[in-house]
């Protein structure tokens, strides 16, 4: 820490040796600085207000139907295009300041220091904004704000009906690329169903399913076949007479005669309890009854044979062709022969089923795979035209919207008015800055020149400078004849210091005056 005062000690009398120098800077500086200060022309601010009017009947009605737009990022968007080159350029022209303008560089100095002084400002409520502008001659001023007020009514007015017409042209575009590739997406995949119509089935089951199924109804088929064709053998085997039908009554010949409709019934019970017995006892009323019902049949088939052969023994003579019982016979049998037609059609026909499903089993994959892609580009397809129609019809409801109440209206609440009196430069504030600046200047010339010629206090600072060893120390004595000339020379000092924060504060005083004045 004593380091650090002496160093700083050390640094304050090297640039108090150069005080005079100092005083000198100081003066020169601060003279520039008030010239400077007083010679920047004053500038007139002129400005305007608008009011964006957004409240409209219609509004909470066509929520959700019609586009609401963001009107602080419309005007914002608006202000950005607004302070434009084009707009600027037109702005001048309305303002007559291209007039003075001689030359190229010239206009294009205006046109920069125009873009880098207007302002749109939001006061953050009531949705007012302020268009300010600065400049030295309050009527140019004026104009300027007027010329960019009248720029910004119209363009808040006309791009929105193009942007609207814009938006719609856009979307029917885009609606008739999008229709077109839905319909070429459709037709595909109503083609690829057409081919592969294996492939769509009403209760959504696989490939393995349906061919369970189908092998499942081949066997039933099969086996409703062979049953129907034993049935038709057995009825021909009655009416060529391999079987006698119409016998007289003899012992034993009931277990000879076949009669198919019951035979058929009681073999169908047969397996029947053979199932039921494999599952169940004996004492299960499911066995119980189909025992029974087999039983009842054999009893109606005892009762129709002894009906025929009492009938054979009425008639002895009757020929077997007049039979009514042959004639039942023949009328059995071709029954019999277009049930048997009809399985073996139904038999064919599974087995091409089971063989076609089985083939198609091996490109499965593949095809849904396709199957899949087709509809993923459908959907994709349908889901865009859905948006871009409900996108178009909510650019017509919105563009109707405008067109009928406006979605913002711009009102002027203040028109164009520039400042009676000077808004910049505060000079009030700049003279106190220029007094520090020329003081800080002063001091800084004076470390400066101790600097460049540099003054030792000590020994130990010239040997820490040097890197030499000093042999000796030579005091200066102090004389009355000295210490007159320095409490002169300080005095002198003083008083020019004073002098200068003088002028300062009459100069600061005497523009205070005039500004209360001119108020």
Do not use: C
């Not at 090297?14 to 010679?39: D, H």
């Not at 575009?173 to 037709?187: D, F, G, Y």
């Not at 009102?411 to 007094?435: E, H, M, Q, T, W």
């Amino acid at each position: 820490m004593e380091e650090i005062l002496r160093q700083v000690t050390t640094i304050l009398r090297a640039a108090w040796k150069y005080r005079r120098l100092g005083m000198l800077s100081a003066w020169l500086i601060g003279a520039i600085a008030a010239g400077v200060i007083l010679r920047i022309p004053a500038s007139y601010e002129a400005s305007a207000r608008i009011s964006l009017d957004t409240q409209s009947i219609l509004k909470p009605l066509m929520a959700g139907l019609a586009v609401q737009p963001n009107t602080e990022q419309q005007v914002m968007m608006l202000s950005r295009t607004l302070i434009s080159r084009p707009n600027i350029e037109k702005v001048v022209r309305m303002a007559d300041m291209d007039l003075g303008a001689k030359s190229k560089a010239t206009q294009e100095a205006q046109i920069e220091a125009l873009t880098k002084t207007l302002e749109i400002k939001s006061s953050n409520r009531d949705n007012i904004y302020t268009i300010s502008y600065r400049n030295t001659d309050p009527a140019v001023a004026k104009k300027v704000v007027q010329s960019l007020l009248s720029i910004f009514v119209e363009s808040s007015l006309g791009d929105k009906h193009q942007d609207s017409d814009a938006a719609r042209k856009f979307i029917d575009e885009q609606i008739s690329n999008s229709e077109k590739k839905l319909r070429e997406a459709e037709n595909l995949l109503k083609e690829f169903k057409l081919r592969n119509v294996e492939l769509e089935t009403a209760d959504g089951k696989g490939s393995m399913d349906r061919l369970g199924d189908i092998a499942t109804l081949l066997q039933k088929s099969r086996l409703e076949l062979r049953e129907a064709e034993n049935s038709r053998d057995a009825l021909r085997r009655q009416i060529v007479g391999d079987e006698p039908v119409l016998l007289p009554e003899s012992p034993g010949a009931d277990a000879g005669i076949s009669l198919p409709e019951i035979d058929g019934r009681i073999d169908a019970q047969k397996r029947n309890l053979d199932a039921l017995l494999q599952k169940y006892t004996d004492k299960h009323p499911d066995v119980i009854g189909t025992r029974r019902l087999i039983k009842d049949l054999e009893e109606q088939k005892r009762k129709e044979i002894l009906a025929r052969r009492q009938f054979a023994a009425a008639n002895p003579g009757a020929g077997i062709s007049n039979n009514p019982v042959y004639q039942q016979l023949k009328v059995s049998l071709g029954e019999s022969e277009a049930n048997v037609a009809s399985l073996r059609a139904r038999v064919a026909e599974y087995e091409s089923r089971y063989k076609r499903t089985k083939e198609f089993m091996k490109f499965q994959p593949q095809l849904e795979a396709e199957l899949v892609q087709l509809n993923r580009d459908y959907e994709i397809n349908k889901k865009n035209y859905e948006q871009l129609a409900t996108s178009r019809e909510k650019a017509e409801l919105t563009g109707d919207l405008e067109s009928v109440t406006g979605i913002a209206n711009f009102r002027v609440i203040d028109p164009p008015r520039a400042s009676s009196k000077p808004v910049a430069p505060n000079r009030l504030v700049l003279l106190p800055l220029g007094l520090l600046f020329a003081i800080a200047g002063g001091f800084l010339a004076a470390f400066a020149a101790s600097q460049l010629r540099p003054v030792f206090f000590d020994g130990k600072s010239l040997r820490d400078q040097t890197g030499l060893p000093v042999l000796g120390i030579v005091s200066l004595l102090p004389t009355a004849v000295r210490h007159v000339q320095e409490r002169a020379s300080l005095t002198r000092f003083l008083v020019a210091g004073a002098a200068l924060v003088t002028v300062y504060l009459v100069g600061i005083a005497v523009l205070t005056y005039l500004a209360q004045r001119a108020a």
